[in-house]
Each structure stands twice: as structure tokens, then as C-alpha cells.
């Protein structure tokens, strides 16, 4: 038994986090489980972080590295938004986040998910992984829980998807992410951006579909013990 | 080996290396490149996976990418260098431009100056982690060159990098000869290609064609190669030794 938890350990977002583009705009869903070691140091946390009003990024690996990178592209953008006179493109967001990844590439230990919905591009989504190399794509995943998904996303991402098709899409691929992967669990979060703004959405973890091996939650066992049991059958 | 090893938590006893940069180690890269001269300029093959670790992470990787009028870039390694190198050259090739004296860099100048940049950076002990073809026509002359991580640079009819050094300049080396047609040198691309999909770990079937001649480059959209399976031997491979592979 672990008597000497390592409270100390860097807080690490273990993680599973996803973007995925339907036709209108994207759908950006994480879980909320944030590690220091082997203890949860918060099971509600928000990993889909605001860059703007029209973007946002998903969060994963070092807490601390993944906030700070977030925050100075917040306030570069926000200067940027100011100059431009008009919000800024998924694509400069993107960039931005590249610029301190790739430049930083040695102290950095943080993979990011860019995505958002802008006038001349419509609904983007860009992974930014470790090393600082930036992939436009019609979807992506990304942290520890992501590795149980690349099959379940081969076999089920359609092209041309509607809003509510790619939430449960993500919404199940969170879920079953959390199901497999101990760095991962808590709420599945989504944020739905398209031109009409900002949807977010919340599905705590009593409220997921069950996978395999998983029971029913009960309160207690007291009640399975006093439910009637079953009537004999008649042969 | 384990790309994915993590970085050791404990800043305080990083020192010096949290301060310097210094590349340790690649995290998404591509795998081969093959190129060959042929009668009217250069081909160039390159798969479009971008590996991370073990993981075939990214399918859809452009590894092949046109430089100013006359040159064409292919890239194994490391992903974010690569783009990093294409941001350089694009400055290159603006004030290139800008002198608007009817003169561009041609596929010789721009290998040399990647050729510089790659030396330099591995002086320092920050290698940019690439190894990169440079193939092009200008004023008639075909250049085909490739420089690595660690600077050796040299030109030669043929060139490959990565598992391709081993796999497919073998091949080339029997079957190039002086003024190959664009199909005949597209069919021996595809025959060093398909080898390299049956023996490279990292290779996808999923590639890319560049041709760059006097007039101009083109890559081909994405296509993917038959492979073979029907050996006999493939079939019933322990027949004779049950247990065997």
C-alpha cells in the first residue's frame, strides 16, 4: 500500500480530450480528472479552456504548462482582437499556441486541442501535440485516454455530421475513455462553437451510458437485499 | 526505443538543460523520402504518416512542399522542425523576391543555405530533426541533394532518407539509368515505395508523388498501393516445422 503518496508530483491532467467538426461549426468534450500522482487532486475540472469568444482549447498533460501557454495566448489575442478590430481567426489562435509550444519544445510538456468557429473558415480543429507541430483536421484526440480511441474513431467518424450526432459522438468516446483509462474520469464536459456562439454542456458520470462489466449504481446494498425477489417460475 | 519517456518531473534537478535548447529527442515524425532524376526534372515519393512513437498518429501529413519557382522539399523527422524550416524558407524566398531583379534562387542555392542552417544548428547541440531532400530544375539543370540533422549534404542522381538509405537506394541503384521516362521513374518510385510498406514499421499506405521540371511542380493527390500477399508460402508458413514463423 502507497503510505508515501507522492503529494508533491507535478499535477498532471492525465486526460482525454477530443475535437471534432460538424457541419456549422465544432464540438470540443475533455473529462475533468486532474492527477498529482495516484491522487485525484480535483474531479471537476475544466480542461476546455476560452481563448476568445470564438475559440476555445482543450487541455491536456502538465496542469501548470497547459494553463500558462493558455493564458499568454489569451492575452495575446486579446491585444491581437484589439488591433484587428475584428475577433480572431481559429487559425491565428492556433498559431499562437504552435509558437509557445514549438519554441518551448525542451520545458513544455502539454498537448493541445484548438478548435472555434470564425467568418471565412467556418468550424476548425487543430492539434497542437508535443514538440510543437500543428495539424488541421476534421477531428483529433488527444491525451493518456485518447490511445482507446483511435480504433472506436476509425470505425465510427462520419464526415458531415449534425451538431447533436457529433456531441453524442463525443460524449460516448469521452465516456468510453474514462471507462478504460485510470487518468481519466470525473464529468464529461463538452463546448459546441458555431456561428451562432458558445453552447456548454455538462453530463456527470452517473448520467454516461454503462460499458462492459460496469453495474448499475445502487445507494446501498441494503436495497438490493430487500428487493422481492423473483417470482417462481411455472413449468 | 521509447519516445514517449517522460520528462523528468523534478525541474529543480534539470540545471542547465531547462535553460538551453537543446533537442533531445523527436516526438511526431515522417519516415522516408525517395527521389530520383529523370529526363524531364525530379520525382519524389513520401508517404503521409506523421508517427508519434509507435503510433501511426497522423495520416494525412504533407512531407513534400514546393520552394520559390524551382525547388521541391521533401522532409523525414521530426514535424514541427520540418515547419519551422518551411517558415524560414518562405522568408528566404520573400526577399529573394524582393529584389525584383528577374534572378530566383534555384534548387543549388536553396540547398545550400539548408545545408548551412542544418550544420550550424548541430554545432550547437539544438539539431533541427530532419533529414531533407532537395530536388529541382532551373535553366535546363536537374539538382537533387539531401542534407541530415547532422549537416553531411551531398547530390547525387538518386537519394533517400531514413529506412529508404537501406531499402531503396539498393533498388536505385540497380535500376536508375540516364534519362528515365515519368513513368518508368514513377514505376521505380512505387516498386521502392511498396518494399519500404512491407518492411517499414512507421510507413503508411497512403503517399504522395512530386514532379518538378522546367516548367513547374505538381504533386499527385493521395493514393495508396496494392500490396501482395498470395505466396504459398505465406499461406502455410510452419507447415513444415509446426511452432516456427
New interface residues.
Given amino acids: 500500500m502507497d503510505l508515501n503518496m507522492n503529494v508533491n508530483?507535478?499535477h498532471s491532467m492525465g486526460t482525454t480530450i477530443i475535437g471534432v467538426t460538424y457541419n456549422g461549426g465544432v464540438v470540443l468534450g475533455a473529462d475533468s480528472r486532474t492527477s498529482t500522482g495516484m491522487y485525484v487532486a480535483n474531479r471537476a475540472s475544466e480542461k476546455i479552456t476560452q481563448l476568445t469568444d470564438n475559440v476555445y482549447v482543450c487541455r491536456s498533460g502538465s496542469a501548470a504548462d497547459s494553463q500558462l501557454v493558455s493564458d499568454y495566448v489569451r492575452y495575446f489575442l486579446h491585444q491581437h482582437t484589439i488591433q484587428l478590430g475584428q475577433p480572431a481567426t481559429v487559425k491565428v489562435a492556433a498559431n499562437l499556441i504552435?509558437l509557445l509550444s514549438?519554441n518551448n519544445?525542451?520545458?513544455l510538456?502539454t498537448g493541445l486541442i484548438v478548435g472555434g468557429w470564425d467568418k471565412y473558415e467556418g468550424g476548425k480543429i487543430y492539434?497542437i501535440?508535443?514538440?510543437?507541430?500543428?495539424?488541421e483536421?476534421p477531428f483529433t484526440i488527444g491525451g493518456s485516454g485518447s490511445?482507446y480511441l483511435?480504433g472506436f474513431f476509425d470505425q465510427a467518424w462520419k464526415e458531415g455530421m449534425t451538431k447533436d450526432e457529433a456531441e453524442q459522438l463525443v460524449v460516448k468516446a469521452v465516456s468510453l475513455a474514462i471507462a478504460r483509462d485510470g487518468a481519466s474520469g470525473g464529468v464529461v464536459r463538452t463546448v459546441i462553437i458555431n456561428s451562432e456562439g458558445v453552447t456548454r454542456n455538462f453530463y456527470p458520470g452517473d448520467k454516461l451510458q454503462l460499458w462492459h462489466d460496469e453495474l448499475e449504481p445502487q445507494n446501498s446494498l441494503l436495497d438490493i437485499l430487500n428487493a422481492p425477489s423473483p417470482e417462481p417460475m411455472n413449468i | 526505443m521509447n519516445f514517449m519517456a517522460s520528462k523528468q518531473p523534478e525541474n529543480s534537478l534539470l540545471g542547465p538543460e531547462a535553460d538551453s535548447q537543446r533537442t533531445l529527442y523527436p516526438y511526431v515524425t515522417g519516415t522516408s523520402v525517395v527521389a530520383l532524376k529523370y529526363k524531364d526534372g525530379i520525382l519524389m515519393a513520401a508517404d503521409m504518416g506523421g508517427s508519434y512513437g509507435s503510433t501511426l498518429r497522423y495520416k494525412s501529413v504533407e512531407r513534400m512542399k514546393p520552394i520559390g519557382k524551382h525547388s521541391l522539399l521533401g522532409a523525414s523527422g521530426e514535424i514541427s522542425d520540418f515547419q519551422e524550416i518551411l517558415h524560414y524558407l518562405d522568408e528566404l524566398i520573400l526577399y529573394d523576391n524582393m529584389w525584383d531583379d528577374g534572378n530566383s534562387l534555384g534548387p543549388k542555392e536553396v540547398h545550400n543555405y539548408l545545408t548551412r542552417v542544418m550544420y550550424n544548428r548541430r554545432n550547437k547541440f539544438n539539431p533541427l530533426w530532419n533529414s531533407l531532400v532537395l530536388g529541382g530544375v532551373k535553366n535546363g539543370q536537374k539538382y537533387l541533394g539531401t542534407v541530415s540533422m547532422i549537416g553531411v549534404n551531398f547530390e547525387d542522381n538518386h537519394v533517400a532518407t531514413g529506412f529508404g538509405n537501406h531499402l531503396a537506394r539498393p533498388i536505385l541503384r540497380q535500376e536508375w539509368h540516364e534519362n528515365l521516362s515519368f513513368e518508368d521513374g514513377v514505376r521505380l518510385l512505387e516498386k521502392c515505395m511498396r518494399v519500404l510498406l512491407y518492411r517499414d514499421r512507421s510507413a503508411i499506405n497512403k503517399l504522395q508523388i512530386a514532379k518538378i521540371t522546367e516548367e513547374g511542380m505538381t504533386i499527385s493527390q493521395p493514393y495508396s498501393l496494392k500490396t501482395y500477399w498470395e505466396f504459398s508460402a505465406f499461406a502455410n508458413p510452419a507447415q513444415g516445422a509446426v511452432g516456427s514463423w
Avoid: E, F
Avoid at chain 1, 129 to 135: D, E, N, S
Fill in positions: 508530483a507535478p504552435r514549438y519544445k525542451n520545458m510538456q492539434g501535440p508535443l514538440g510543437g507541430t500543428l495539424v483536421q490511445s483511435y
